[in-house]
């Protein structure tokens, strides 16, 4: 049982620090005040394929990371309980 613990604490420091470059290479793509007053909100080509870049490859992989770290933290949480 030593040795699963381990191994998920491992897999939790990688997973945390993946999670912090990729939460660090996200560009910073909201309006702020202005936007929200005008309403900046397009439908062109960019919006529709945006699943398809590179921010949008990094959002689905910081949600994928997000997901992992939260049941990593349930499972090493489990680990120590018993």
Partial sequence: MEIVKYI????YV?????L???TMMQS???AGMSGAITG??????YEKNKGRTTEGKLKRW???LGVVFA???????IMYVI
Avoid at 14 to 18: D, E, F, I
Avoid at 40 to 45: A, G, V
Avoid at 71 to 77: D, Q, W
């Fill in 14 to 18: 990688v997973v945390c620090l993946a």
């Fill in 40 to 45: 900046s909100t397009t439908s062109n080509f």
């Fill in 28 to 30: 910073k793509d909201d």
């Fill in 8 to 11: 998920l604490i491992g897999m």
């Fill in 20 to 22: 912090i470059i990729i």
């Fill in 62 to 64: 910081t949600i994928i």
């Fill in 71 to 77: 049941v990593l933290t349930i499972a090493l949480s």
